[in-house]
């Protein structure tokens, strides 16, 4: 199994200094209302609606937000018709950049991340310009804490994961979409604590950027895009060498 995800880890302990508890419960709850909506109320008989009140406990949502939101999805009747759309392109240093979205409007939304594309000359792109760079994967974000990284690394090994990586605090492990339920049944199996499960794109190959400038104007541009409401998910083949790593450390 890898290594430590630099870029992650520099990302997510970022985020831990600069999160907006509100802007992550907003996210969450428009992906709960969107999964109840399509999957019905039932998390155990919905995979996408059980992945993501796994990722708002993981946030210490309330569990009556949860259910407001879940109520709000299968009643139909909110009001508000969310659509998922993705977006391509190509950041500063020319890293590769997936954005996943739910909106109720989609020029307000092209129209914002075209504002963070052309801030930081960037590019937006066709469809399939950049996803074919990503493979499509399972992901479980486990504490640290939780369990030392042999006894995890056995259990993901024999359950059939193919990666554990040490982002921040957490453990991510990552699985084929086939293999994504036995992976996920063998955690539960130990009993450890899920921060997040569901589907993530995975970079085939990384870009390295080792000027200090271009790391920053890459962590800005991602920031900017994650701020928006409707951007649910970032996703950047972005790497970073080791010594710049320590002046950001």
């Known amino acids: 199994m890898s290594g430590h995800s630099k870029w992650s880890s520099i990302k997510h302990r970022k985020a831990a200094v600069d999160s907006k508890r509100g802007k992550i419960f907003t996210k969450i709850i428009r992906e709960i209302t969107v999964a109840a909506k399509i999957g019905g109320p039932d998390p155990d008989a919905n995979p996408r609606l059980r992945a993501a009140v796994l990722n708002a406990r993981g946030q210490n949502m309330p569990n009556d937000t949860v259910a407001r939101a879940i109520k709000k999805g299968s009643g139909g009747n909110d009001g508000v018709d969310y659509e998922e759309v993705t977006y391509e392109g190509f950041g500063p240093a020319n890293v590769a950049v997936v ?20 801030k930081y000359n960037g590019s937006l792109g066709s469809s399939n310009s950049v996803l074919f760079m990503f493979d499509r994967k399972g992901s479980v974000l486990i504490p640290q804490s939780a369990i030392d990284e042999d006894s995890l690394t056995e259990t993901v090994l024999e359950a059939g994961g193919e990666d554990l990586e040490l982002i921040g605090e957490d453990y991510q492990i990552i699985c084929s979409i086939e293999d994504f339920e036995v992976v996920k049944s063998a955690i539960d199996a130990k009993g450890l604590p899920v921060k997040e499960s569901g589907l993530t794109h995975v970079p085939q190959n990384k870009t390295v950027i080792s000027e200090k400038e271009d790391a920053e104007k890459v962590m800005n541009f991602i920031d900017m895009l994650e701020e928006d409401d409707d951007v649910q998910k970032v996703y950047t083949n972005f790497d970073i060498d080791d010594k710049l790593l320590a002046e950001f450390s």
């Open 99 to 118: 954005v996943e979205a739910l909106t109720d409007n989609r020029n307000r939304t092209i129209a914002s991340i075209r504002t963070a594309f052309n």
